[in-house]
């Protein structure tokens, strides 16, 4: 997966791709992510990027200048380097489509390079939305402070759905809305904390009472915490005993 950010605190997009498994992802070579400062694309000495918003009002606005002539940028770059398929263009917004898991996995499998438009302060100006025709993703009903930690969110879930990424291959296919149920309980070393045993199922070596006692804690957590998940989906037989049991 390849990805670009645009965005005016390029230190803040770094800091968290530089730890942890996004970090490593980049170094295995599966996840290449630039950041860029939009400053660099401003087109004045002072490499102003924002300005006061037409009609009044507080707060700042992102000039369009600096987003489209970075996005121009990166497109030239991609077709030199003989890259057909181009770019796909994000603006991270609470006004977009729901971030969701079915999307993580297209991200994940995505030929293009992935350019996110990184909003601050009020907003962007209108006319990079008109000109670049972004998606517009939103990762939840709120509103952040820009779309940086927008991005990442989209970023980090993507990235490890992208096979190599995790040690255990397997564990992303067991995520909890890969397959639309929740996880179940996961326990490691001591067998007893403060009076809080591990669940003898779990010491007993037997793979198959572990499998079922795992799928049926993760049914048993859906149910309770998100029977929305449950509502329309057809279950197994083996499914449904366990529900019941
Ligand atoms: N920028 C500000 N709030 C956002 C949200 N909820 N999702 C995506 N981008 C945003």
Known sequence: MRGEVLTLFPDLVSGVLGQSMLKRAQEKG????RVRNL???TEDRHKVADDAPYGGGGGMVLKPEPFVRAVEA???GAEEQGEPSG???IMP???GRPFSQQIAQELSEEART????CGHYEGIDERVRLSLKPEEISIGDYVLTG???AALVMIDAATRLIPGVL???DSALRDSFQEPLLDYPHYTRPPEFRGLAVPEILLSGNHEHIRRWRRKEALRSTYVKRPDLLRDRVLSAEDRRLLDE
């Open 167 to 169: 040690g255990d291959p």
């Open 93 to 95: 917004s609470p006004q």
């Open 39 to 41: 400053r660099d694309y």
């Open 30 to 33: 599966l996840l290449a992510v």
């Open 147 to 149: 779309g940086e930690l």
């Open 87 to 89: 770019l796909r263009v």
């Open 114 to 117: 992935i350019v996110f438009l």
């Open 74 to 76: 990166l497109q030239a």
